[in-house]
């Protein structure tokens, strides 16, 4: 493919000059004049642009920078006396040329130099193809992510619409202890979709820890089974690796001693440590079948708990929000007086009465 060159010099023999020297090469157009040569610019894919510097109407400078938001991947070049050392200098600091060739030039040096612009100029555009070609991929696997994860979050209501309702609660208070800590935007992204699908494969951790004595051990491998299930449906999308590795680490406890993998302290995910204590902090605050603690009840609980179950950092960051901030209704939360069911239905009795 023949590439455009336009030469911009307002001395006409220079002009024919150069038009001639490229015209085999290229295919050639000139202008006499910076507007000229906008001109030209709106209306052709040009490759190459090589300017004078002094012109009268508009300086070679000047027409490399409004060319460069029209063309931004042209090549320019500018044609200098060693008398404009400033104005090059400029160019080449800015950013708006490529190269700089000195009056009187050589031909032969001159066509070399051009020939590399245009290689220059093909890899630019190929390389833009390239972006412009991931990024469009990169917005259709983000369509199906978030389409995968629209489709699961409307699955888990439809099946359970209080675990719907407490993944929404759980993302918003995840949320908030994040920009606390300053994770990265993509964190953020993929802990907000965790903190969605986190309750997919959903048997209510309290009431089972409370009940485990009396289920059976199929009953037990039917837990085990579901969040299995859970980890394998995230780790089946790729674009949700890193929240299966989220919701994966969920169970893992900060002293070591959880589940599926025992890690401990740092080894666990930031991004699991957050959710670990917002899913907690919801289901005693907001609970589905027994009766609520208060936030300082659960404050309480969930301190005493700080390097054992939960990362002390991340607990810190909670301790910070007010109800109001999580956005909870203190008068539509009951009394510790009012709960005394707690002890029979959610969490195990002597665990209870030894934090509260």
Known sequence: MTHKLLIVDDELPNLRLLERLFAKDFQVLTAPSGPEAIRLLEQHDVAILITDQR?????????????????????????????????????????????????????????????????????????????????????????????????????????????????LRVRNYAMMIATKLGISQEQEEDLSIAALLHDLGRIDTYRNRATSSRKSSVDQTLIQGYSECEARLLHAVPELANVAEIVTSLRENYDGTGTPRGLKAEQIPLSSRILRLADEYDQMILPEASASLTHDEAMRFLTQRSGKQFDPMVVEVLTQFSPEDLGERLDSIPTYGEHNRLRQDSYDPAFVDSVL
């Open 55 to 167: 012109m009268p109407e508009m300086t070679g400078i000047e027409l490399l920078k409004r060319s460069a938001r029209l063309r931004p991947h042209m090549v320019r070049i500018l044609l200098t006396g060693y008398t404009d050392l400033e104005a090059l200098v400029e160019a080449i600091n800015s950013g708006l040329v490529y190269m700089y060739i000195t009056k009187p030039w050589n031909n032969d040096d001159l066509k070399v130099r051009v020939s590399r612009a245009s290689e220059h100029y093909q890899h630019n555009k190929n390389r833009s193809a390239l972006e412009d070609g991931n990024r469009r991929l990169l917005l259709r696997l983000n369509e199906v992510k978030l389409g995968v994860v629209g489709a699961l979050t409307e699955m888990l209501r439809v099946r359970d619409n209080h675990a719907a309702d407490h993944a």
